[in-house]
């Protein structure tokens, strides 16, 4: 890796003014986080503090990890700005494009978009993680779990927040009218086990404002179901509550209490929303979108509503079998997948008609047979070839590593079969073959019963597997009724439960909790949290 990152790395900030010899600093390295990034960046101020805190606490644990910053900044004066707030070491402002490219050729990776943090092997030169982003989030997590609270604070909208933000809070008077009052938005963090910290309002100048009602609150972060962004809520949208825009809004839900306030000054609602998003997700919790209404009646304006999904064991369970999955595909034993009745058929052989287009582009019908070997590949391969050659298949004959397998179609959905080659073809017993690059069309011979084979064998195999899933998806209705099997990577349907989705993209059992975007207030009320929700 010397070869590309110049002799000298800049150290410790640019007001360190130290130079590093880069042959010395791999030497005692064990892993490198290559780290393109920018000034005029959003995203890449606000993940910078965020990996300010891991690198931080991994020097600390003396793991053996650096970072490198590979500007993309426009000027000299932006670099030395941006860099003065970073620990770690730096390529010089002027050799940063193009040791940046250099970097990107020896590793075989382009850098299409910042902030992207590539962690290196510096001994091997070898490209280990290319979403280092993904992992130094990851691995903040578990450091929050542990008890490091630099992981939670460190994000720059978490540190506004314990700072205190102005705020309008909006509540009903006695004569269940909508009043306001200035009040300040503090987020206190706690070192109990199990608690993400306090939410605690209270009115700035309770003898300016001459009003006597005490609306001071607090809200526990471990409580809350969720958080709506806009004029959600009767309050909200009351004369009372006007002279606000939808940007500035707010609520947030704990059980039957719901806080409606705005953001006073040149912050926005977003700012509220991103530091109870981080607080949550450094306790393995997360906010899910849940709806998206028009406020008022105009799309400009939008009420979007978030709800808080819990971390439970049984998601614990999921991440864990979801990483196992992540480092590679497990082994499968031939034996095994050759135990099943119709795996051993398709073994043997069986009768199709091929439908390919040749040299012209036009379709032809050939007589086939359909083979499976289960020593070609890790979960075997379908061979098709003439039927004089099936005990042993040419080196010409097609071929479909199941590993690839994308899907699998019922009847004449693809375009061969629906050529007049495949005219006389029954419909019932047509079946295609998606890979990601090729596709087989064929018509099984005996009928609709060796379709179900095919179908069965399959679902065989890819169980074994222990990564693959087939799930049959139906579109349409009687005769324009479409049948497909689609072929899901185990490690998919876990990161989809875990966002409460089934492997279809909808909620998980139909049971999404929706959080409510029009609660109201009782009269009688009394406090600054309001009472209400659906």
Partial sequence: MDQVLGEQLLGGGIEDGTRHDVKQLLQSTKTIGLYFSASWCGPCKSFTPLLKAVYEAKKEADEGFEIIFCSRDKTQKEFDEYFGMMPWKAIPFADAKRLGDAIQTKLKVKVERIPTLLLVDPKLGILIEKDGRGRILDYQRELAVRGDSRQITAHPAVAKLSQGLPITVFFLNEVNGVDQRTCSLRFE???????QGTLRWAAVDRKKDGSQADISGSMNLCDIDGISLGKAGLILKAPGGGGVTSSQCFSISCGSSTLAAAIVGSESSRTVLDAIQHILSCSKDRLSRDKKVASNGSVKDPVIGFRVVRWTPELEEMERKRKELARGPPKVDPKDLMDCKEVKQLKKGMNIMVYSLDEMNIAKASKMCLLYDPKIGRLGTFIWCDRRKKRKP??????????????????????????????????????????????VSIEMEDGELDVEVVVAALQ?????????????????????????????????IL??????????????????????????????????????GG
């Avoid at 963090?189 to 608690?195: A, E, G, H, V, Y």
């Avoid at 010409?396 to 007049?420: N, P, W, Y």
């Fill in 189 to 195: 963090l706690t070192n109990k086990p199990k608690k």
């Fill in 394 to 439: 040419p080196k010409s004959a097609g071929r479909l590593e199941i590993d690839t397998l994308a899907c699998i179609s019922l009847k004449k959905q693809t375009r061969i079969l629906q050529t007049a080659a495949a005219t006389m073809a029954e419909a019932e017993a047509c079946i295609s073959l998606i890979g990601p690059e090729s596709q």
């Fill in 460 to 492: 065989h195999i890819l169980s074994v597997s222990k990564d693959k899933k087939l799930l049959k998806k139906t579109e349409g209705h009687g005769k324009f009724e479409k049948v497909s099997h689609e072929v899901f990577k185990l490690e998919e």
């Fill in 495 to 532: 990161a989809a439960k875990m966002k409460g989705e089934d492997e279809e993209g909808e909620a998980t059992n139909g049971q999404q909790v929706n959080v409510d975007l029009n609660w109201t207030t009782p009269l009688g009320f009394d406090g600054g949290v309001v009472a209400g």
